[in-house]
C-alpha cells in the first residue's frame, strides 16, 4: 500500500473508467466472440514475478482483450433483463470501500460502518415510503447485502425457525412454502437450502388474465389443501416487479389470507423497490404494513452500483435468533454492551461483510431523495415513449401492462403464419435479429402463459430518448425484414 505509487495509478484507473463511459455509445452492446477466446490469448500460469509496468500493460489488455469480450451492461443501448445500475457516486463509493476495505461483522469490529449501516437502511426505507414498523426507528429494521438471493434466504430461515420453535423441530419436514410460478427463482433455491422438502414449494399458476400476479384465493385454497393434508404452511414470497413481466403480486389481500396460517409474508422488490421512491408507485405495495420483511435490490435501479441489497425486518430478533453466533475469538466491545448497537454478522450468512453503508449513503448525498426521482421518472417516461411506439405499429401488440419501465411487446401472428402457435417462434426469431444488428439495441426475452414476448427494459443510466428511438427503429426494421423472408 503505497500512497504515491496509489496516486499515480489511481489517476490512470480513473481515467481509463472515464473513457470507457464516454466511449460507451461506440461498442456493440454485445461482443462478437466465440467461446475460449479469452482463454486462447492468456498464459496458462499467473506471472511468477511483478510485471514490469504491470498496470500500463494490463490496462492495454483490458482494452485490447476483455473489452471487446464484454456485454457492456452500461450502454445506452442495453435494454435486457433489469439495469445494473450506476452513477459516479456509486462507483467512487465502491472505490472507497475497497480503499478503506474495513470488515465490518460486528458494532466492535467497525463501528462507524456499523452504524452508518443502522443510519441509511433507515434514510432508505423511507425514501421508499416503506412502514416505520420496517424500520430502526419503528423498531424494525434493515441491512444492506450483496443480492436478493442472499436477503430471501435470510427471511425464510428466520421464519423457519421461528415456527419451528413453535410447532416443534421435529416438524421441518411438513413445512410449506409459497410463491407464484413467476417467482424468481432465488426463493425455490432457498428453499432447498433452508431445508424445505421438494415438492413443498407451492408454485401457484399465474394468467394473463390477472397479469401474472398472484391470486389471494389460489393461494388461500393451496394453503388450506396443505393443512387438510397435515402440513405446516410456512412462508409466502410475494413479487413486486417480477423478473419476467413487473407482474405486481396484490400485497393486502395475501397478507390477509397468509395471516389465517401465521405465514411469514417477505415481499421480493428487487427491481421495482427503487421506483417507490416516487410517491406515485406507491401504490403497487399498498398492504406493506403487514409484511414481515421487504427486500430490494438499490444495484438495480437506484445508481448503487453492484452490489446492494437492502433486506428489512419487522422483528430482526427473529433473524438474530436464526443466524446469530457466539464466539470467543469475535472480540465483543465493552462500550457496546446494553447498547442498541448492531452485530451485523447475526443478522446473514456470511461473517465477513463489505461496507456498502458508504456507497449507499454518498448516493444519497449525491443525488438526493429528488435527484433519485427524476433519475426513475426518466426511465418510465423513455418506456412510456417505447409503449407508445409499439401501440403505434399495427403489426405488434404490447402483452402486458407496463407497471414500470419494462415494457413486454411481441410480433403479432398473421393468417398466414399459421396462427398463434407459431407465434412464439416468429418472435423468437425477431429478438436473435434484433439482437444481432450492428450496433443495435439488446433485449431479452419473457415467456409468460406460453407467450414469448420481447422485453424493452430501459433502465441504463446513459440512455437517453434518441437510444429508445432508435432501438424501436431496428426492431421495425428486423421484423419487416423477417416477416418478408418468412413471406408472411
Ligand atoms: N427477485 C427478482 C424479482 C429479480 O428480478 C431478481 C433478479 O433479477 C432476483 C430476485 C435475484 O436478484 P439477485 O441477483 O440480487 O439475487
Known sequence: LDADEFRRQGQQVINFIADYWSGMGDHPVRPNVTPGFLRDQLPTDAPPMPEPDAWASALQDIRDLILPGMTHWQSPRHFAHFPASSSTAGALGEALIAGINVVPFTWAASPAAAELEMVVVDWLGKALHLPASLLFAGGGGGTLLGTSCEAILCALVAARDRKLAEVGWGRIGDLVVYCSDQTHFSFRKAARIAGIQRGYCREIPTSLDDMFALSPAALKAAMQADVDAGLVPLFLCATVGTTQTTAV?????????????????????????????????????????????????????????????????????????????????????????????????????????????????????????????????????????????????????????????????????????GGEKKANELNRRLLEEVNTATLGPYMSAANAGGIYMLRCAVGSTLTEDRHVREAWKVVQEQATSLRGKMQI
Not at 417507490?276 to 406507491?282: R, Y
Not at 406493506?288 to 438499490?298: K, L, R, Y
Not at 435468533?321 to 456470511?350: F, R
Open 249 to 417: 403480486d396484490p400485497i393486502r389481500g395475501l397478507c390477509a389470507v397468509a395471516a389465517t396460517h401465521g405465514l411469514w409474508v417477505h415481499v421480493d422488490a428487487a427491481y421495482a423497490g427503487s421506483a417507490l421512491v416516487c410517491p406515485e408507485f406507491c401504490h403497487v405495495v399498498d398492504g406493506v404494513e403487514a409484511v414481515d420483511s421487504f427486500s430490494m435490490n438499490a444495484h438495480k435501479w437506484l445508481l448503487a452500483n453492484n452490489d446492494c441489497c437492502a433486506l428489512w425486518v419487522k422483528k430482526p430478533a427473529a433473524l438474530v435468533a436464526a443466524l446469530g453466533t457466539e464466539q470467543e475469538y469475535i472480540l465483543k466491545d465493552a462500550a457496546a454492551e446494553g447498547h442498541d448497537v448492531v452485530d451485523y454478522k447475526d443478522w446473514t450468512m456470511t461473517l465477513t461483510r463489505r461496507f456498502r453503508a458508504l456507497k449507499m449513503w454518498l448516493v444519497f448525498r449525491c443525488y438526493g431523495v429528488d435527484g433519485l426521482r427524476d433519475h426513475i421518472r426518466s426511465h418510465i417516461r423513455m418506456a412510456a415513449a417505447f409503449e407508445e411506439l409499439v401501440r403505434g405499429d399495427a403489426r405488434f401488440e404490447v402483452v402486458t401492462d407496463r407497471h414500470f419501465a419494462l415494457v413486454c411487446f411481441r410480433l403479432l401472428p398473421t393468417e398466414r403464419l
